[in-house]
């Protein structure tokens, strides 16, 4: 008996244990999942998407040009390709920090007036309407791609923290601390994802498409095998026609007295000599 309640102990332990652990994926999920009905209940999610793009830009700028390091520590080459990959910008970061005086804080607001500009004219090319639309696709689809990735790494998380008992660790408090890091890496991501895809998507309008002039179809043939022999015949065709198929030699007009200007006879076509009958019934005939 005693031996039956110290398992029951155990396996309550257990269960309570995993409970916690579900805990801090739920809470995550609940985050996420309240965030996405909001997103999904609104018409307009500009504002969302904007402050994404600020908030993108701020990274940028505080990873490449640090508020207290002198502009010789500053990392324009690494600023540059960012903002050109990330935002589509080809800006002159090296020039502007030739400039006397200038700060991080004056990078950051030309590169944001300079993404702004961006947007606003792709939103004025297809409309403040249709750009609505696509704001909320691309952050929907690319949340709900990223929220999977995450459950993934959450699962190789809780596998892995279960070892570090082994060096007197608790294994839920480390799963607690990097399943938080690895929610903020989540919202940094789609941060930037959303930014790079609205950035650098190429829209085309009606007016831009390319035209596809009617031009006249040529003039088709029907085919179909007999099923006694397994030859193609070919129905309704103008003898002439198909006779020039036929031929090997397409410059050489065919003769109907010569059968050595007839070429290469399909036997289910009808006989050059004229006769209306098939090939195989008439010259072709075994």
Not at 59 to 77: F, R, S, T
Not at 127 to 154: C, F, I, N, Y
Not at 216 to 222: G, I, N, R, T, V
Request: proline share 5%; glycine share 4%.
């Amino acid at each position: 008996e005693k031996a039956q309640q110290k398992v029951e102990a155990r396996n309550y332990d257990i269960r309570k244990n995993l409970l916690k652990f579900d805990n801090v994926m739920n809470d995550q999920r609940r985050a996420i999942f309240e965030q996405r009905i909001e997103l999904m209940r609104a018409d307009d999610i500009s504002d969302t998407v904007d402050d994404m793009r600020r908030q993108v830009i701020d990274d940028m700028v505080a990873l490449h040009v640090p508020e207290k390091a002198y502009a010789e520590q500053w990392n324009l080459a690494g600023l540059k390709e960012d903002a050109k990959k990330t935002l589509d910008l080809d800006l002159p970061v090296e020039e502007w920090a030739e400039e006397e005086g200038i700060a991080d804080e004056e990078i950051r607001e030309r590169i944001q007036s300079a993404s702004d500009r961006l947007m606003a004219a792709k939103t004025a090319q297809v409309g403040p309407s249709l750009m609505r639309q696509v704001e909320k696709a691309v952050l929907l689809q690319t949340l709900d791609h990223h929220w999977r990735e995450h459950l993934m790494m959450l699962d190789h998380l809780r596998q892995a923290v279960g070892l570090r008992g082994y060096a007197q660790r608790d294994p839920l408090n480390e799963y607690k601390s990097e399943a938080f890091e690895l929610f903020e890496s989540l919202l940094s991501r789609l941060r930037e994802d959303v930014t790079r895809q609205l950035s650098v998507a190429q829209f085309v309008t009606e007016e831009q498409a390319p035209r596809i002039e009617n031009e006249p179809l040529p003039e088709m043939h029907a085919h179909h095998a007999d099923p006694t022999t397994g030859e193609e015949e070919i129905s309704d065709g103008d003898t002439a026609t198909v006779q020039r198929t036929v031929r090997n030699d397409p410059g050489v007009a065919a003769d109907p007295n010569d059968p050595g200007t007839w070429g290469k006879t399909p036997r289910n076509a009808p006989c050059p000599c004229g006769s209306g009958k098939k090939y195989k019934h008439c010259h072709g005939a075994l």
